[in-house]
């Protein structure tokens, strides 16, 4: 049995129902064994043992108290993976299906995706069961206070510097910076995703849609098939990243034709229509059914109405696709459908959203495939941004931070794809990633000693 699989055979044992953490260990694990297999000191100096298992967890009950006057009990986490490489950095993410195993992958992830941007930045991932659909602005601001009652104690701009995820915004990063403000007396960059009032960043709402594209943009720069310019594209979610994947989408002259939420599908065979997107999602907050209501090209599929073994959003014919929705949102016959159809490029804008098995077959028909720990790691990198502004108390361009992100995302694919050329196999951008991240990581742990 090789390294690899003693670590993730030992990490099935101690964490035995943590399903998606299995996953993400598994997939970088066995991505990597080449790199393992040429340098046996990373096994020597037990690196993969250590690597998978957090350096500090926290668990955490939050009450609050609604608009009824009721208590509400909910969980909180904060998963600090890895401070090699900078402080731990990640998101914060509020949804009825947060557990443990949840952000434990999303941070295990982070700790690669961070390395591969270049910048000072450790990982780490948060969040809360709690469900902010349906609460009104004030239920979300007691909620995030009472969160924010217990994670302060854990963070710092030098220590911990959490961002938004699903579920985590504008409004909720404002309630909580208040909120750490008042309890430690400091006004620095603890949080990012912060309001260009105070501290936030230009782009960075933007950053992981646009980051995917531009990955996409590399990628295709790269193969014999073409640009984005004039081509149908598929876009899944209807959050940051997937609106301004479709924003930077149609800058390039291409036509993003879907976008979805939990209640289901809008196919616009015309193309999306970007300011009534922005409308329903970012000013009303209601569900994608009433695009259809307003735009008659739109035809709105309801998640009831969804074959059992595939989503139709992935099943439309098109040159490209950008799943930026949720982990494990398109599997193996969604990826039979895309190839079929025709697809010639995948690029992630969530994370681990194309199960174990769609990967091997984006992998095997040897398409532009961009992993989500390479393709989405705009956000993070433009986080990495607003942490430099804050710290030297200046504010960026859009323009320059636009051009910043651009050229990190070009670094991301150049680096992934001179690793994978290296062990042998220059179309496998998993691998190329995935050892890239590796490297760097492994490489700082045995410098920094036990």
């Known amino acids: 049995m090789s390294y690899a699989q003693q670590v993730i055979q030992r990490v099935q044992s101690i964490y035995p129902e943590q399903a998606e953490f299995h996953q993400a260990v598994k997939e970088v694990l066995e991505s990597i064994e080449p790199a393992l297999q040429k340098d046996k000191k990373y096994q020597s100096h037990k690196v993969l043992e250590r690597i998978v298992i957090p350096e500090r967890q926290i668990n ?25 490489l900078g402080p731990y950095k990640g998101g914060l993410r509020f949804h009825p299906s947060v557990t443990e195993s949840i952000i434990k992958f999303l941070g295990f992830e982070q700790i690669f995706k961070n ?74 960059g603890v949080l990012t995703g912060k309001s260009l009032l105070w501290g936030g960043s230009l782009v960075r709402t933007e950053a992981t ?48 034709v879907t976008i979805s939420d939990s209640r289901g599908m809008i196919y616009d065979e015309s193309g999306i229509d970007l300011d009534l997107l922005k409308e329903i999602k970012e000013v009303k907050r209601e569900s994608l059914e009433l695009y259809a209501k307003e735009r008659k090209s739109a035809k709105w599929t309801s998640i009831k109405d969804y074959p059992k073994d595939h989503n139709p959003l992935w099943a439309i014919p098109a040159f490209a696709a950008f799943p930026s929705a949720t982990q494990n949102e398109l599997n193996a016959k969604d ?29 095997d028909a040897k398409i532009c495939y961009g992993p989500g720990k390479a393709a989405n790691a705009g956000g993070v990198a433009t986080s990495g941004l607003e942490m430099s502004q804050n710290a030297a108390m200046i504010a960026w361009t859009f323009e320059e931070v636009d051009r910043k992100l651009h050229q990190i995302m070009r670094d991301i694919y150049a680096n992934a794809s001179e690793t994978a050329k290296e062990f042998g196999d220059p179309t496998n951008l998993v691998l190329g990633a995935n050892i890239a991240g590796f490297r760097k990581v492994a490489n700082a742990m045995i410098e920094q000693g036990l």
């Open 209 to 256: 849609g646009y980051g995917s594209v531009y990955f996409a943009q590399e990628m295709l720069s790269h193969s014999n098939f073409g640009g984005l310019e004039g081509k149908v594209c598929l876009v899944s979610g209807s959050g940051n990243v997937a609106i301004y994947t479709v924003e930077k989408l149609q800058q390039l002259g291409a036509k993003p």
């Open 335 to 363: 990826a039979e459908n895309l190839l079929k159809n025709g697809c010639k490029c995948v690029s992630e804008g969530a994370n681990m959203p194309s199960t174990v098995e769609a990967v091997h077959k984006f992998l």
């Open 60 to 84: 955490f009950r939050v009450t609050w108290e609604d608009d009824k006057g009721e208590i509400q009990i909910n969980r909180g986490y904060r998963i600090e993976f890895s401070s090699l």
């Open 115 to 188: 390395a591969l941007t270049g910048l000072a930045m450790g990982g780490g991932k948060g969040g809360s069961d709690f469900d902010p659909k349906g609460k009104s602005d004030r239920e979300i601001m007691r909620f995030c206070q009472a969160f924010m009652n217990e994670l302060f104690r854990h963070i710092g701009a030098h220590t911990d510097v959490p961002a938004g995820d699903i579920g985590v915004g504008g409004r909720e990063i404002g309630y909580l910076f208040g909120q750490y403000k008042k309890l430690k007396n400091r006004y620095d």
